[in-house]
Nanobody, 124 residues
Framework: QVQLIEPGGGLVQDGGSLRLACTAS?????MGWFRQPPGKERGFVAG????????LYITSVEGRFTISNDSATNTLYLQMDTLRPEDTAMYYC????????????????????WGQGTQVTVSS
């Protein structure tokens, strides 16, 4: 069982920044960040392939969010800049052993391990 631990999150003003971190008990997995706004389904935000060569973002966060993976500490990061109220959600990290090493998982079904989630709230 892969364990994913997510400290971080919090309350920030419109235009502010936050960095999320997710420490994994494994390495060399494809990793991703998802978010679930209140009353909505969980959706893909950003992902990175197991070999680190490929990253993908949803359009609404491209240029504002940066995903990275520190293989030395097995820690996945999501740097979030220029935050907007519509970024408010519960954020989850996820790991996948299912997909090819050069692929990025973009749906929940691509992932088989999940963190407990951390709340991000952006006030206007």
């Amino acid at each position: 069982q892969v364990q994913l631990i997510e400290p971080g999150g919090g309350l920030v003003q419109d235009g502010g920044s936050l960095r999320l971190a997710c420490t994994a008990s494994i390495n060399n997995y494809a990793m991703g960040w998802f978010r679930q706004p209140p009353g909505k389904e969980r959706g893909f935000v950003a992902g990175i392939s197991a070999n680190g060569a490929s990253v993908l973002y949803i359009t609404s966060v491209e240029g504002r969010f940066t995903i990275s993976n520190d293989s030395a500490t097995n820690t996945l990061y999501l740097q979030m800049d220029t935050l907007r109220p519509e970024d408010t959600a519960m954020y989850y990290c996820a790991a996948s052993a299912k997909i090819a090493r050069d692929a990025v998982g973009v749906v929940t079904g691509h992932y088989d391990s999940w963190g407990q989630g951390t709340q991000v709230t952006v006030s206007s």
